[in-house]
């Protein structure tokens, strides 16, 4: 099992591009499955894992769509979306957040991605603090 969270933040996210989260600190990681340089954790033997992760956006834009994915072996595993419309508010922050429980076989590498997805050319940026982007993973059996 580990936690592992954005310490430093991510500046200036390139809109409707999917980008790796740059897990650098970790809070926990019994077993060492958590690779800092990689953002990856990888399975250690197959079984039922319990994830949950949360991507904290800031300085966001309005008629933006904000998403906090999961990702295994490269290919999408769970999504979570937060809408911000034309009348939201900008400059605030939104933190989609995922949690689910999936059967998963040993060897498997797992990564936080997100992507915004809006018209303008307006950046932004990704929270560095262990409240609001991380990812948690757990053994159950």
Avoid: W
């Avoid at 033997?45 to 769509?65: D, F, K, M, T």
């Avoid at 689910?100 to 809006?118: E, M, N, P, W």
Wanted: hydrophobic share 40%.
């Amino acid at each position: 099992m580990c936690r592992a969270y954005c310490n430093a933040g991510m500046s200036n996210l390139t809109h409707n591009t999917v980008t790796t989260i740059v897990l650098d600190t970790e809070t926990y990681d019994v077993g060492s499955n958590f690779n800092t340089g990689t953002y990856t954790f990888t399975t250690p033997v197959a079984g039922y894992y319990l994830i949950c992760a949360s991507i904290g956006y800031s300085n966001v834009v309005s008629s933006a769509r904000y998403d906090t994915m999961v990702y295994i072996d490269g290919a999408l595993l769970v999504c979570g979306i937060q809408q911000l419309d034309a009348t939201g508010p900008a400059n605030i922050e939104l933190a989609p957040f995922v949690s689910d429980i999936f059967y998963i076989a040993s060897g498997k590498t797992i990564q936080l991605k997100g992507i915004v997805r809006h018209a303008s050319a307006d950046t932004v940026d990704v929270a560095g603090s262990s409240n609001k982007t991380f990812m948690t993973i757990m053994l159950l059996a």
